[in-house]
């Protein structure tokens, strides 16, 4: 079974700063996916970023990117710049390539103080 | 743009009474998904849907729960009689397909309380 791990249950940033958030894995599969999803208090979960694992290249939308290191497991997300809107909850969240559930972590609340 | 709509948006309910929740997947997208999430824990996957049937599901989805597209727009999830420990936010997913196009997107939850 595969298990996603955030270690970081709270984090707090500074506006305009940059945070990155932690997140490990562990999958005997070769070919999966992986996601940031965001839950602002609202509670919809909304995608932030989405990494291919036979993609060496990392994932970058904006703001947001990713540092994924396969070999370790690893797939942390970088926030630069942060923003107040970008205060919520962070998941991680692993896909095997041949199945359909999304496997979260417990997430990571993001606090961000002005 | 498209969105995945959940109705209600919150319910009650007497423990051992049947529940329904009801969602409104992106019009264009052929596979959903319930997840469910109990306070203060992390998200957990129900069951996936695709052509009319269950295409994967979870320990947790048990013959208490059922799915179904009962037209061409909703997708339900049935609880027969509800457990206190059913308790949860209930999220619906839909994506347009598997493999690189596949992006699940969430609606906004149906918060449960079973009493």
């Known amino acids: 079974a595969q298990t996603v791990t955030q270690s970081q249950p709270e984090m707090s940033v500074q506006e305009a700063e940059t945070v990155t958030l932690s997140c490990t894995y562990d999958t005997s599969e070769s070919d999966y996916y992986l996601f940031w999803y965001k839950q602002p208090p609202s509670r919809q979960m909304i995608l932030v970023i989405r990494?291919?694992?036979?993609?060496?290249q990392n994932a970058t939308e904006n703001r947001f990117s990713v540092n994924f290191q396969k070999a370790a497991k690893s797939f942390s997300l970088k926030i630069s710049d942060s923003q107040l809107g970008d205060a919520a909850m962070y998941f991680c969240a692993y896909r095997r390539n041949s199945g359909y559930a999304l496997n979260f972590g417990k997430g990571t609340s993001l606090l961000v103080t002005p | 743009e498209p969105e995945v709509t959940q109705t209600p948006s919150h319910q009650v309910t007497q423990m051992g009474q049947e529940v329904i929740l009801r969602c409104v997947p992106i019009?264009?997208?052929?596979?959903f998904y319930w997840y469910r999430q109990i306070l203060g824990q992390k998200v957990e996957f129900l069951v996936s849907?695709?052509?009319?049937?269950?295409?994967?599901k979870s320990e947790i989805f048990d013959d208490q729960f059922s799915v179904e597209r009962p037209d061409g727009s909703n997708f339900t999830l049935k609880i027969r009689s509800t457990k206190l420990e059913d308790s949860a936010m209930y999220f619906c997913a839909s994506s347009e397909g598997l493999g690189a196009a596949e992006t699940q997107y969430f609606g906004p939850g149906t918060r449960l309380l079973v009493l």
């Open positions: 849907f695709y052509n009319n049937e269950i295409s994967e």
């Open positions: 019009s264009n997208h052929l596979y």
């Open positions: 990494q291919e694992a036979y993609k060496q």
